[in-house]
């Protein structure tokens, strides 16, 4: 393969793989019942006037599987971070005990197990997107690459192996989403 098409195949990979990340990012977001730390990751307080992340004002950890610990650097913090936690519309009921924030994580319902694969799958979809996407965007520079006088059946091998790419990591979407549906309907 001349450097042109192993470039593009480089970088369709490197996209693809991108799309993969940003797809196990959002899937810890989405919550199976289980306390996690990064369920709180999309809560911003107002921290002096600026939108801070709540990592980024105090500790979170969870000491058992059914509540998330938030203790303020500041103890001036821990209204806002009520506050803020509420806000952000998690079904989460803050407990403020004046040094720190419980936040016990409701156990799921059966519909909103449901809610959270369809959630789960439209992340998903939105990877496969992602990821035809890239590739596309090989293939047309591949074809550009041949109008420019690269031989045909370089290009072909190229588009091949982008497509053989493509379904490599169609393949690993469809496992981490299986994997994540049966960590949410798992009670």
Known sequence: MSEETVFLYDEAEEKMANAIKHLERE?????????????????????????TPL???????????KSIVVQPWEKTMLGPIEKAIQAANLG????????????????LTEERR??????AKAEAENCKVSIRNARREAIDSGKKLEKEGTPEDEVKRLENDIQDLTNEFIQKVDMLVEAKEKDIMTI
């Open 27 to 51: 899937l810890v977001k989405i919550r199976a019942g289980k306390a996690n730390p990064q369920m709180l990751d999309s809560v911003k307080v107002d921290y002096y006037g600026t939108m």
């Open 92 to 107: 989460f009921n803050p407990q403020n005990d004046g040094t720190i924030i419980r936040v016990i994580v409701p156990p």
């Open 55 to 65: 990592n980024q004002v105090s500790n979170i950890n969870t000491p058992d599987p």
């Open 114 to 119: 449901r809610d959270l694969v369809k959630k």
